[in-house]
């Protein structure tokens, strides 16, 4: 059974960084579409970015892109996501989901999603 745990998570001032890791036991990550998610109080979780197995590059929310970047170490068993440039904007609570293996690309919607890990927080305050 595969099994996600994020970590990486915490407080920061806007502008800062961090960078949050998925790592997955029980099964290899290696065909699965990664995906991260946020979610903040009395909102609906909403679609980060992703990253495929193998084909197509990876996707990003508009409000992320060129400030976050996925990436993904197949040998750890590890996906990070890589947040720059903070905003109070981005505070949530941050998820990864793993998608069963498929050729199809990876998505940012959450019912394409199987796995999902408990979450890390991310708080951005000055």
């Known amino acids: 059974q595969l099994q996600l745990v994020e970590s990486g998570g915490g407080m920061v001032q806007p502008g800062g960084s961090l960078r949050l890791s998925c790592v997955a036991s029980g099964v290899s990550l290696d065909y699965y579409r990664i995906g991260w998610f946020r979610q903040v109080p009395g909102k609906e979780r909403e679609g980060v970015s992703c990253i495929s197995s193998a084909h197509g590059g990876p996707d990003y929310v508009d409000s992320v892109k060129g400030r976050f970047f996925i990436s993904r170490d197949n040998a750890k068993n590890t996906v990070f996501l890589q947040m720059n440039n903070l905003e109070p904007e981005d505070t949530a609570d941050y998820y990864c989901?793993?998608?069963?293996?498929?050729?199809?690309?990876?998505?940012?919607?959450?019912?394409?999603?199987?796995?999902w890990g408990q979450g890390t927080q991310v708080t951005v305050s000055s």
């Open positions: 989901a793993a998608a069963k293996p498929s050729v199809r690309h990876c998505e940012l919607d959450l019912t394409s999603y199987d796995y």
